[in-house]
DNA sequence: CCCCTAACGGGATCGCGGTTCCATTAAGCT
DNA sequence: AGCTTAATGGAACCGCGATCCCGTTAGGGG
């Protein structure tokens, strides 16, 4: 959600130097600020002492938290992480399974995902663009369960997507719901659980 | 999380009649004022209005929005859905699936449960009684798995919470995640997936 | 049935987050 | 390099939500 949008109208924008160095610091304290306090902590003034700019600055570029939120979720989207390759489907998912706990149990990442989504849920505009990052992320992988399929360990028609989301869940539910630690051995099972399923052809697509 | 620990201490404390009636009104209101506006949305004064109830009341007892939150998880907790008895697993998985999708896609209940999620991730307090709030349902429905282990379908040793909480995990990442539709497909497709992976031994416990 | 006081409710008050105004700085075009 | 104006930043202002004060209501023991 580019908050810029109501940026020039008549005149031509400028979103070089200044600018481009402003956004970035806000939105790096933004995540310093929601790691900490979460998102009902989140005070844009707070935001621009910790960025070292103008309160005035923020309010008029994300005038909202939830809108601060979802350019912060557009710019996580972009910076992406490179899948594995081991050669076997379990081995792959197993890699992205720790991947995912590695970063949901970070004290800086895990309090932001959180924070992140609690925003989320208070706002459709945030809630898009979240729904964005996890498409992209999800897409990264898709690729392991692709070829999964052409070495012949999953059936043809299995929808890829649906099993690597089968592979986070179980993790973001611990996260989110039951507050269950987060070890390695939970994502080691998801990873499992997901391959399992997968093979028992429950990720097929029905025509 | 009682809020009511402040009260007494030295005479009596009075939770008949009028107090009680208080909690429940005020409780019915939180939960209509978060269903309609989110947890970002929820006003004390708010609450209190819609309830018929002094703004002064729902500020003493309950003081902040994640305290109230909490208070009413606690309430939740206690009225229990009883579980389907099909006779198979994944006859009750499936039974258990579409329970959890039905509240998720509830027009009033799913904004709940977001929001109550958003206020558990701002406030350890509120955690807690969400902790132990998904505890109670899930032990709820563990007798299915301990029945089907009973019954030869499973392995022994296999972990019942963590089979029930396999079929919520999917639906929950994606009410609160990827934002994907959430349709009966999907939970029966959740409910096989649980079974699946427990029948191939995933989730039994080593030793 | 009466009294004591726990608990509630209305109104006044206070503080802080959000907005507005205008001077200052620096992109970007020629 | 110089000019135009997009964009920033400080300071004053303002409105609303949270708190305090104290009179009123009603639970529950004697």
């Known amino acids: 959600m580019e908050q ?40 844009l003034a707070d935001v621009a002492r910790r960025a070292g700019v103008g309160r005035t600055t ?5 005038a909202t938290p939830t809108g601060l939120v979802a350019d912060l979720l557009t710019e996580m989207a972009e910076e992406s992480l490179p899948r594995a390759e081991t050669g076997s489907l379990l081995g792959d998912l197993r890699a992205n399974a720790r991947l ?36 992209t992320r999800i897409a990264e992988w898709a690729p392991c369960v692709e070829q999964a399929v052409e070495r012949g360990e999953l059936p043809a028609g299995t929808d890829p997507h649906e099993v690597v989301r089968a592979v986070s869940a179980p993790l973001y539910y611990r996260l989110l719901a039951s507050g269950d630690p987060l070890d390695e051995a939970t ?15 429950i990720y097929v697509v029905r025509t």
């Open 100 to 135: 995912v706990r590695r970063t949901l149990t970070d004290p800086r990442q895990g309090p932001l995902f959180k924070a992140v989504i609690a925003a989320a849920t208070c706002d459709a505009a945030t809630a898009d663009a979240l729904r964005r990052f996890y498409a």
């Open 187 to 201: 994502a080691d099972r998801a990873a499992e659980a997901a391959a399992a399923a997968a093979a028992a052809g």
């Open 4 to 43: 810029e949008s109501h940026y020039g109208g008549h005149g031509t924008t400028r979103p070089g130097g200044r600018t481009a160095r402003v956004r970035s610091a806000v939105l790096r304290a933004a995540g310093d600020a929601l790691a900490e306090l979460g998102f009902a902590g989140l005070d």
């Open 58 to 62: 923020v309010y008029r570029r994300w």
